[in-house]
């Protein structure tokens, strides 16, 4: 199943999304009218970000910039941007996992960086909470999504943040799930911002983290099976 598909569900992805948008409504509520810069990192078709935004008033004070691979979910969510007659708002293809998507687009008073971190090495996840400075501008909230599957790795997240100069906002488990939700603040001042980083790779599917959760639930031991390399799955990556 394509992940976006289940957030027409009741399932754990819907519930993660309305938590991701709480907080986004809350970090506009607190901020107050103004301009607002965003970033959004693997964004689908940007319905975390636009649904928080669609009530705002302020929102034609948004600039931002969402960026992800999947040309049709990018097509969907430029067909929304116009319906919602939001200029400064833009959908780029391209590569997420490499800064220089985000060049003119940083530094950024909100990052997201929701359905990344089940998906990549932990390595990477690290890597990119330890560049997330240089991405933020003073004060910003990074908003990010993990599954709580064992090994859980949330701990070790969010003492990266904390390391890379971050006060954590928000920590949310999703009840009835593995899916969880933080949000941290930059607390340390903004690091320069710097092209061409590579900040993560999604892994081929079947290796991801996200899989070890959806094998437990399926009791399927193929689901983390690697794919044989000649065969390559359509999938394009799961919560
Ligand atoms: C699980 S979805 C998350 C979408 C959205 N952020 C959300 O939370 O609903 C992962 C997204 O990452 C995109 N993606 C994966 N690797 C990417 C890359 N290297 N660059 C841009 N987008 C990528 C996929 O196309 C997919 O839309």
């Not at 067909?79 to 940083?106: H, K, Q, S």
């Not at 006060?167 to 340390?188: K, M, N, Q, W, Y």
Request: charged letters at 25%; proline letters at 8%.
């Amino acid at each position: 199943m394509r992940w976006h598909r289940q957030y027409g569900s009741s399932g754990s992805l819907g519930r993660r999304l309305a938590v991701v948008q709480r907080l986004i409504r809350s970090e506009l509520a607190r901020r107050g009218p103004g301009p607002l810069r965003a970033v959004s990192l693997c964004a689908g078709d940007g319905r975390d970000l636009l649904g928080a935004i669609a009530s705002w008033p302020g929102r034609s004070d948004l600039v931002a910039r969402l960026v992800d691979r999947d040309r049709t979910l990018i097509a969907r969510g430029t067909r929304r941007l116009a319906r919602m007659g939001l200029a400064r708002v833009e959908f780029v293809p391209g590569d997420a996992g490499r800064t220089t998507c985000l060049e003119g687009a940083v530094p950024a008073d909100l990052v997201l960086l929701c359905g990344i971190f089940g998906n990549v090495s932990d390595a990477d996840v690290r890597r990119t909470v330890q560049h997330a400075p240089e991405l933020c501008a003073p004060g910003a909230l990074v908003i990010w999504t993990r599954g709580r599957f064992a090994p859980d790795l949330t701990p070790s997240i969010r003492e990266w943040f904390a390391r890379a100069g971050f006060d954590e906002v928000a920590f949310v488990s999703i009840p009835g799930s593995t899916a969880s939700v933080g949000a941290h603040r930059l607390s340390a001042s903004p690091r320069p911002y710097r092209r061409g980083v590579r900040l993560f790779r999604f892994l081929p599917a079947g290796a991801r983290p996200s899989d070890r959760a959806r094998s437990l639930r399926t009791g399927n031991k193929r689901a983390v099976s690697p794919p044989k390399k000649d065969t390559p799955r359509a999938s394009i990556g799961e919560p």
